[in-house]
């Protein structure tokens, strides 16, 4: 017997009779034969592992541990949806798109409540997984995602490829494995989806196999590189390389149809074997997509429905006060402990004053809880039936909780605010604020920590955060804080120094400042010093940003000069890393289409030039495009540019312009 051929055929048998039960749901193999092929594998494996093969279905048990979890930045970002919560939203979503001259027809999906993936694959094989994380950079679990029965090592075709679906467990999954955490003493997994997120994120591979996770694919970033016009096409052709995509997805012609769909599965839900919150509704045209385009944080082309929530009972014990970064005063409801949809809640935000008085809530009430979006807790409503005279008014605070300081209410806001610059809570509100993921990312500093040590002293400035690495053995003497936890914190603090500087710049807390913006001034000014120096009139005239961003920013930079002057000292970065914007005389400011094959440059790499150039891309030609690039193969793009009368350039043309940068 040769080994290395028996090895081969051994990893083809039991891959495909993986894909067949996984995917299929159609076994052409028995347990008894398949765990017979198994046994000879991983025998043959450890006497010849050099001829042991990547896609090996040993690979799948897991055993690889690691140190701590890599950033994986995505090339193509990986967007969220707006959500709709009404048919009147989605009626007026389907409204906007045919206003603009469009005849859509739709794909309807469900959303499965799980973790969002993302998969690479190099000649047909799994080179890495990533989660979505903050949709521009993810965590590597590549070690957990092979673990994964449902998704494929190895594709019907070598090709390189990203796919993107959601990572989730099995309801019949959780049901098992808390019967047997049970029997073992251990907490139950409170639901599905935390349960996968979890399981996903276990440094030992071996418990996330144990775990028996699934998944869905649903996308695929940039589906014009294999030629697909849909994304209805684009899910079939995943679905030919041996990808799991969900049979419950459809074609719509109109919003009857969408609505019929999402009031069937509304009725299935409780009958599935995994969760869903709600149906995704896509543009199926690939074309009408790019034209469509996006808003600053999400695409024009999609929405998410969420099912309304299932409401419970319980008690409104009590009504207390937090206080914001900003000095925002919010009050919380308190609640008796009750279980919504799979999670235990016991408390909530009753958002404002107005909130209150307009629910007519009071303390000791009979209130209903739901999820917002299947998410976030929300008091609905006081049971007013349920009411015995024992329950108390609501009275709003006039004086801040932590620093008594009066509470201020400006004319035509709902909002209540702590004015003292030096209110201990806005103070520790900021520093989580400074460490959290969108910003600085100090993985180990989380909320309940940062707070205890500015309690304790070590933390009251977020210069001190740069010190704590002097401090560890003052620190060392209070309880929960091991030299092992202390280690990988301080590394991860020196590591934020690292980042590129619009995470500082959203991490400082400059009033209307969000992650985005933050990054478009990176990009504009590329470094701190050049943004420190900048007028009101000069940051105007950047696009997106208005007299009053402006002037919150020109402000912040005069009030913080020495807290620039520190952390440039600590060493932080100050300078944009990112890809730098250009000025060029041909390309900025003008619209680009791209139509044909130009012999050695990808159209990926082109679209790249012309954004770094300040340019922009679209898929189809209309009046306001300013240049269509032709390659070979042109076709109809061409003929419309020339009766348009529209610049065109020649494969030479967009050479030679690239070759002059």
């Not at 929530?309 to 409104?316: R, S």
């Not at 209540?416 to 509100?429: L, T």
């Not at 959290?436 to 500015?454: K, T, W």
């Not at 807290?563 to 932080?572: F, H, P, Q, V, Y």
Request: glycine residues 6%; neutral net charge.
């Amino acid at each position: 017997m040769n080994p290395q051929k028996r090895i081969d055929e051994l990893t083809e048998i039991l891959n495909e009779a993986n894909y067949n039960y996984y995917v299929l749901d159609k076994p052409t193999i028995t347990d008894q034969e398949f765990d017979k092929y198994l046994r000879e594998l991983e025998k043959l494996e450890i006497e010849y592992p050099g001829y042991a093969k990547e896609t090996s279905p040993t690979k799948r048990v897991g055993g690889e541990v690691i140190d701590k979890f890599n950033k994986i930045r995505h090339r193509i970002p990986m967007l969220s949806l707006p959500d709709v919560f009404s048919e009147e939203e989605i009626i007026a979503f389907d409204e906007s798109i045919r206003k603009n001259g469009y005849k859509p027809s739709y794909v309807c999906e469900l959303k499965i409540d799980g973790l969002s993936g993302s998969f690479h694959y190099e000649n047909g094989i799994l080179t890495t997984g990533a989660t979505r994380g903050d949709g521009s950079t993810g965590e590597d679990i590549t070690h957990n995602v092979k673990t994964i029965r449902t998704l494929p090592l190895k594709l019907k075709e070598e090709i390189d490829i990203e796919v993107r679906g959601e990572i989730y467990m099995s309801k019949n999954t959780l049901l098992a494995l808390n019967e047997e955490r049970e029997k073992t003493g251990e907490a139950k997994l409170q639901n599905c989806r935390n349960a996968a997120a979890g399981s996903i994120r276990q440094l030992d591979s071996r418990i996330a196999a144990k775990r028996n996770l699934d998944t869905w694919i649903y996308h695929l970033p940039n589906p014009e590189d294999y030629g697909i016009k849909t994304h209805y096409d684009s899910l079939e052709f995943m679905k030919k390389l041996g990808l799991k995509v969900n049979p419950a997805n459809r074609l719509a012609k109109n919003i009857t149809e969408i609505l019929d769909f999402i009031h069937e599965y509304g009725e299935k839900r409780g009958k599935l074997d995994y969760d869903i919150d709600g149906v995704v509704i896509k543009v199926n045209d690939l074309d009408m997509q790019k034209s469509l385009g996006f808003t600053a944080k999400y695409p024009k082309w999609a929405v998410a429905y969420k099912y309304p929530a299932k409401e419970v009972l319980t008690k409104l014990k009590d009504i207390i006060f937090t206080v914001g970064r900003t000095g925002q005063i919010t009050p919380n409801a308190i609640l008796e402990p009750v279980l919504v949809a799979g999670s235990t809640i016991s408390r909530a935000t009753l958002h404002n004053e107005d909130n209150i008085l307009k629910k007519n809530l009071k303390i000791g009430d009979i209130v209903s809880i739901r999820k917002a979006g299947d998410v976030i807790p929300e008091v609905v409503e006081a049971k007013m039936e349920r009411r015995t005279g024992q329950e108390k008014e609501f009275k709003m605070i006039d004086k801040c909780p932590m620093c008594h300081t009066p509470l201020v209410k400006k004319e035509n806001q709902v909002d209540y605010f702590c004015v003292n610059k030096d209110c201990p809570r806005r103070n520790i509100e900021s520093l989580i604020h400074f460490v959290s993921r969108d910003a600085m990312n100090i993985e180990g500093l989380g909320e309940e920590i940062v707070e205890e040590l500015y309690n304790l002293g070590f933390i009251k400035r977020i210069e001190d955060i740069y010190s704590l690495k002097e401090k560890t053995k003052e620190i060392q003497e209070f309880d929960g804080y091991g030299e092992k936890l202390l280690g990988k914190i301080i590394d991860n603090i020196e590591l934020s120094k690292k980042n590129s500087v619009e995470k500082l710049l959203f991490g400082l807390g400059i009033k209307g400042i969000g992650s985005k913006t933050a990054k478009l001034l990176a990009e504009n000014y590329n470094d701190i010093d050049n943004l420190a120096r900048s007028t009101v009139e000069e940051l105007e005239t950047i696009k997106d940003i208005g007299h009053i961003l402006a002037v919150s920013v020109f402000d912040f930079f005069n009030s913080n000069r020495d807290l620039i002057a520190n952390l440039k000292e600590i060493g932080l970065n100050m300078s944009y890393l990112g890809p730098r914007k250009k000025v060029h005389r041909e390309i900025t400011g003008k619209k680009f289409v791209i139509t044909g094959t130009i012999e050695g440059i990808s159209r990926n790499e082109i679209k790249d030039f012309i954004e770094l150039n300040g340019g922009t891309t679209s898929e189809s030609v209309s009046k306001k495009t300013d240049v269509v690039i032709v390659g070979i193969s042109a076709g109809s793009k061409e003929t419309k540019a020339k009766e348009l009368n529209i610049t065109i350039w020649n494969e030479e043309k967009i050479k030679q312009t690239m070759k002059e940068e």
